[in-house]
Each structure stands twice: as structure tokens, then as C-alpha cells.
């Protein structure tokens, strides 16, 4: 990642969070919706632009503690893109997992398009036909 971006340990403010769901083409999600996520998530990324203080990309793990674990949120400001935050959020967050977690967690996370290019070079790998994702939509088209 390049020097103008600092990387740290914490999750981004509920405005940023908001703002770069909703940038980044993730379903937009309410205030109230995002309040409880901070605190109870495992772990949070987020990058800040150096300059700007803005905070520019994110990335979080839910978890169990135990086996395992969900990674979400990965988005990083379209203005910021291609400039390796999304590899290093998630790098973070892998290294933070393998370091903390019994041997052989499960980790998983749904990837949209823009992200399977980033993941499948990282190590992820379609769990299809195996298993596949499935999301519980009685009345209406999935979302994430
Ligand atoms: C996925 C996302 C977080 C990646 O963030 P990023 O900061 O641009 O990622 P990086 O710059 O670290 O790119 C890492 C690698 O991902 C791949 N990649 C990223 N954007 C890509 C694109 N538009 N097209 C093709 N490959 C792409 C490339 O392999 C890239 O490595 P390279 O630049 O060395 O070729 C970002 O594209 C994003 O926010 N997308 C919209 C939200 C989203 O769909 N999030 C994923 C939900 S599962």
C-alpha cells in the first residue's frame, strides 16, 4: 500500500461506515442497523488517507472466537481503489485471525465481483459445489 495511507486497528465512525457502504455500491444500511456492529465485531481495518484524515477503506471480522469466522464490509472509496488498501485491509485482517485463532479457523466471506479478483489472489476459493452461500429472502431479491 502506498505511504500516503495509514492502516490502523479500529473500525471507522458510523458516518464513514454509512458513506462508504453506500459509495462502493453495498446495499446502503441505516444508522440503526450499523450502531451495534462496532463493538460487537471481532476485529475492524480501516485506512486513512494521511493528508486528508479521511478514512478511505475498511474491513471486519466476525467471529466466534472459536472456529470461526466472517469477513465483511470490505470496501475501500471508489476516489482510492486499485491502490492496494483492499489487500492490506484484508491482509491485516487474515494475519490477525491466523495469529489468534485455534488451528484451522473457517474463514468465509460472500464475494461480490469487485472483490473476487482481490480474494481469489489472496487464497479464497469458490466453496461451491460443496457447499454454497445462501441468504434467507421468503419474499424478495437477496441482499447483502
Ligand atoms: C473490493 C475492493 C474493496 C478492493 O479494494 P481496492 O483497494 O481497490 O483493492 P486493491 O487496490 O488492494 O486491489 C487488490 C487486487 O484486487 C484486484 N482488483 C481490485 N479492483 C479490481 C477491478 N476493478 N478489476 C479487477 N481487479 C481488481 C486486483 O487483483 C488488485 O490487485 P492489482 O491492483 O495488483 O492488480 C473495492 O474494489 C471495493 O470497495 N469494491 C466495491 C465494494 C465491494 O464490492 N466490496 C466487496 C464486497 S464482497
Not at 451495534?36 to 478511505?56: C, H, L, Y
Not at 488498501?85 to 474463514?107: K, M
Request: hydrophobic share 40%; net charge negative; glycine share 6%.
Amino acid at each position: 500500500m502506498v505511504r500516503r495511507y495509514l492502516l490502523e486497528h479500529n473500525a471507522p465512525d458510523i458516518d464513514d461506515y454509512l458513506r462508504l457502504r453506500a459509495d462502493t455500491g453495498l446495499t446502503p444500511k441505516t444508522a440503526k442497523q450499523a450502531e451495534p456492529i462496532f463493538e460487537n465485531s471481532w476485529m475492524w481495518v480501516r485506512a486513512i488517507e494521511k493528508d486528508s484524515g479521511q478514512t478511505v477503506g475498511m474491513g471486519r471480522v466476525i467471529s466466534d472466537s472459536g472456529w470461526c469466522c466472517l469477513i465483511a464490509d470490505m470496501a475501500t472509496d471508489p476516489a482510492h481503489q486499485r491502490r492496494g488498501i483492499g489487500r492490506a485491509v484484508l491482509e491485516e485482517l487474515l494475519s490477525e485471525i491466523l495469529t489468534s485463532a485455534p488451528d484451522n479457523p473457517y474463514i468465509v466471506l460472500l464475494a461480490d465481483a469487485p472483490g473476487r479478483p482481490l480474494y481469489q489472489s489472496m487464497g479464497f476459493v469458490e466453496t461451491a459445489p460443496h457447499s454454497i452461500g445462501m441468504q434467507y429472502v421468503p419474499d424478495k431479491t437477496p441482499t447483502q
